[in-house]
């Protein structure tokens, strides 16, 4: 049975006049007390039209209830179409994204602005079963007075939360609405009910991407080579661990500290991240890069094999030791046509070379990085010229087309060139000489070195087959 709408209705009045409210529900009085500090008048207060019509649509469109549809429709609408009601469904704020039932409900429903795209919360329209559902985080049902605003008096609705089994977050509320003559008692347990089958809904679905993202990414947790760490949905919850026992990781931060203490590292994958527990170590590691003329690397000592993509992504990050998002490495990389997709995934590989040496959120690297052409940058800075020249040992990456690499790899030779020719020292003009094919150059070596020296007679050679 239904309360008395009579004695709602003093109960309601006795409320807002100051007098006890003796027999109201405890929960109601407390959202009634919530609403009117929230300045909603009783008497002339109608819930605000937040969303428009192509606004809803892309709402819905992203909201995790579209999927649920289905099944809503099918425990609730055809339930609310023969019982004169009508089912409600809200995002976590309380927002009508559907509303869809008995069309001359649905008619009473607009008049009174219960309508797609208007704000049912408690602050915005007072007590009311999708407001308070959310407010409370558990099933109301409010009968007729005891919605705070009069001209709602005459509805009877039951609401339900309905949880995200990811995080345990509130996503929204089913609700059903209708007269307070076709209230059935069965209804308020029936929504109840409709709620917790969308979330065990939800949980399959869940579990089923979770098995996707495992399979998928089981690669970067074989690439750890024994060092704890996980594979992290993108909410940060484990989905697979070495040698880890959190449950839920932060993943709003590069770096996190686990109960245990320890020091994890966050990165980023195409969905989800890997967590990474790397060793301690008292010195950071040695990172060479021998890229001018060639192609070399080695990190502590231990050769790498590197790929051109590879070593293009190692000298924008030795030229940018701050930092690049994956967006700007693209552009560094690609021009305009760069994808950020595709320089993670080559990151990826790349990182199962270089381990927590290379870091994200901004992508950098965490070494002594030594670069030859590093040196040669250093040493013009320092106005050191000999020591720039005999550093130069060819073009940077001669066969890469990457943007970033064509400019430092122009810039350095244009300058070790303008230096060695303005310095006219016979050291550092051979020693250029030596890397590059310089007609004016080789013609200022031939006039700046005695003919005793036996460099006179090679640079004259060289000279010749330049011009030739």
């Not at 484990?238 to 931060?253: I, M, Q």
């Not at 990085?369 to 073009?395: I, K, S």
Request: glycine share 8%; proline share 6%.
């Amino acid at each position: 049975m239904h309360p008395d709408p009579r004695l709602l209705a003093g109960l309601h009045e006795a409320e807002l006049t100051g007098s006890p409210s003796t027999g109201a529900r405890e929960f109601i009085v407390e959202s009634w007390r919530r609403s009117l500090a929230a300045r909603v008048d009783p008497d002339h207060h109608q819930p605000p039209l937040v969303l428009a019509p192509d606004e809803v649509a892309e709402v819905r469109g992203a909201h995790p209830l579209a999927a649920m549809l289905p099944v809503l429709r099918e425990t609730l609408v055809a339930i609310a179409r023969d019982a004169d009601q009508i089912m409600i469904v809200t995002d976590a704020e309380g927002h009508v994204l559907w509303c869809e039932g008995a069309s001359a409900v649905r008619g009473r429903a607009e008049r009174v602005h219960l309508t797609e795209g208007s704000r049912w919360s408690e602050d915005a329209i007072g007590t009311n079963a999708m407001g308070t559902a959310l407010a409370l985080g558990r099933p109301v049902t409010v009968h007729s007075a005891e919605h705070l605003v009069r001209a709602y008096h005459d509805w009877t609705c039951a609401a339900s939360p309905v949880r995200d089994p990811d995080t345990g977050r509130t996503i929204g509320v089913v609700d059903l609405s209708g007269s307070l003559r076709t209230a059935h008692p069965t209804i308020s347990a029936l929504v109840a009910t409709t709620a917790r089958l969308v979330e065990s809904q939800l949980q399959v679905r869940l579990a089923l991407r979770d098995q996707r993202l495992r399979e998928a990414n089981r690669p970067h947790l074989a690439a750890l080579r024994g060092e704890p760490g996980a594979l992290l949905s993108p909410t940060g919850r484990v989905l697979a661990s070495a040698d880890l026992r959190a449950r839920r990781v932060d993943v709003t931060a590069d770096r996190v500290r686990l109960a245990d203490g320890r020091e994890a590292l966050v990165e980023p994958l195409d969905e989800g991240y890997l967590l990474r527990v790397p060793r301690r170590s008292g010195r950071r590691p040695v990172l060479s890069l021998r890229f001018l003329g060639g192609l070399a690397g080695s990190l502590g000592g231990r050769a790498l094999v590197l790929s051109l993509r590879h070593a293009e992504l190692l000298t924008a990050l030795a030229l940018h030791p701050r930092g690049l998002t994956a967006e700007q490495l693209a552009l560094h990389l690609y021009g305009e046509r760069g994808n950020p997709a595709t320089v993670r995934a080559e990151l990826h590989r790349l990182r199962a070379q270089l381990g927590d040496v290379l870091l994200t959120r901004p992508y950098r690297l965490s070494a002594d990085v030594q670069g030859d052409f590093l040196a040669v940058r250093a040493a013009l800075r320092a106005g050191d010229v000999p020591a720039a020249a005999a550093a130069y040992q060819g073009e940077l990456l001669p066969r890469s087309d990457a943007p970033v690499v064509r400019a430092e790899r122009e810039e350095l030779a244009a300058a070790v060139r303008r230096g060695v020719l303005d310095h006219d020292d016979a050291d550092a003009l051979w020693a250029f000489a030596g890397a590059v094919e310089d007609v004016e150059v080789l013609e200022r070596l031939v006039r700046r070195l005695p003919r005793p020296d036996p460099r006179h007679a090679l640079a004259e050679t060289r000279l010749r087959r330049a011009l030739a």
